[in-house]
Each structure stands twice: as C-alpha cells, then as structure tokens.
C-alpha cells in the first residue's frame, strides 16, 4: 500500500512533481510494482488528481472514503476487509524504493513463527550531525535485539558524552504491518507523545507494540521539501 495524500504541508503537490518525465508518485508506484515481491499494490489516496494519475497509467489506486491524519489510518481503512496477513507501507514520496529493503522487512514475518512481532521498519546509519540535529530526520533508538524503543525528532540519545560510540539511525518511514496490528492502531486514540512528535509509529510504542527495525544501506531520498526535489532529479539522470 502506498499511501499518498495531495495538500502535503511542508511541499504541496509534491507527488504530482515531474521526476524524469514522470510524475513522483508514478516513479514510486512502478518502482514498487517492479521488485515483484508482492502480492498487489495499490495507491490509497483522498485526491482525485493522484488516483486518475495511478489509474489512468495502467496501475491500481483505493481512494479513502473517510478524512485521515495519517498515512496508517488510510492504509487501515483500505485493507481493513482484505483477505491479507501482511501489508508493506511504502511511502508516496519514495521514488528510490529498492527492492532488497522490502525484501528484509518481508522476511521478518516468514521468521516470526510465533506472531510476536506486530511490525517491522527500516533504518538508516547516519553521523552528519546537520541530519543528526535536523527536526525533519525522524531519529530511532533500539535495544539489544533492534527493537525500538523511540523515535524522535530530536537527536537521539542526547549527545551528553560525545565520544561514548553511541550509532545514530534515520528512521526511513517504510512499514511491514500484521493485519492486526494496523487496525489496531486505526482505533486506538492519539496519545501526547505521538501529538508532540507528530510521528505514527509512537502510536505503536504507547500502545505496547513491539517494532522490529532492519538496519538497510540504502539511503534514497525523500522527497519532503523542493531542495530534495532537485536531488532526486540529479539523482535520477
């Protein structure tokens, strides 16, 4: 599932932006057609302009039947009386989705016999410190066995001893969801942390969910901003 909502606030239309001749949520699309993991893929939108662009390109797009703040409440919906056990949240503005970053996440559920974990996600090594310190990075700390146990957007740890060998990780904002574990989270209310932090995955935390995190070397680039527009179009060529 790819959710994909117009009126993004920091870049308006952003996935309708030009990206080598085609449109930014088409490159994403077909890119994630393209690694043949999956079983379908769909676009899940509130926006006629997108899903006419999906549908009218040959591919599949759901459009939402109800206003969403969040790209997991509109996947939820969407799935909710499909016949799937897991569902892969791709995000619209991630025309550099590569195929052996999904395939980890996908294999974190064929090893998990027991059904202990309720989601997986990607992060990335990072030590700029611009990164480190940027608000829009979404920052993850893990134990042990990487599971999460935070997200921020603040640097996290707090740099206290600089010299401590502490590794930082970018969360990159793709999902490996059980079925369960998503309509849970469309039905459960927002609580402050996720409110103050204005990221999902808290939700998760909050309510106890466990978060498996795959550490992947691809760094891609999201689309956020028009500055990351004209990285993906040198990136591109």
């Not at 077909?30 to 302009?49: G, P, R, S």
């Not at 919906?77 to 016949?83: G, L, Q, S, T």
Request: glycine residues 4%; hydrophobic residues 40%; proline residues 4%.
């Amino acid at each position: 599932m790819i959710p994909a909502r117009y009126s993004a606030s920091r870049f308006p239309g952003k996935l309708m932006q030009d990206l080598g001749g085609k449109t930014v949520i088409l490159r994403t699309y077909e890119a994630t057609v393209a690694t043949h993991l999956f079983d379908d893929v769909f676009v899940v939108t509130d926006n006629t302009i997108i899903y006419d662009e999906i549908v009218n390109n040959g591919g599949k797009a759901i459009m939402s039947k109800k206003e969403h703040d969040c790209g997991s409440d509109r996947i939820a919906e969407a799935v909710e009386f499909m016949d799937v056990d897991v569902v892969i949240n791709v995000q619209g503005d991630e025309p550099f989705t590569d195929k052996e970053s999904l395939a980890k996440l996908i294999e974190v559920f064929k090893d998990d016999h027991d059904k202990s974990i309720d989601l997986a996600s990607l992060m990335v090594h990072i030590n700029n410190l611009d990164e480190i310190n940027n608000p829009n990075t979404v920052k993850v700390i893990v134990d042990q066995s990487n599971f999460a146990l935070y997200f921020s957007r603040s640097p996290i740890p707090y740099p206290r001893e600089e010299d401590a060998g502490v590794t930082y990780y970018k969360h990159k904002g793709v999902y490996a969801f059980r079925k369960e574990a998503i309509l849970d989270f469309y039905k459960l209310p927002m609580l402050p942390l996720e409110a103050s932090e204005k990221i999902e995955c808290i939700r998760y935390l909050e309510y106890g969910k466990r978060i498996k995190m795959i550490e992947t070397n691809v760094q891609g680039v999201e689309i956020d901003t028009p500055e990351d527009l004209e990285r993906a179009k040198k990136l591109w060529k």
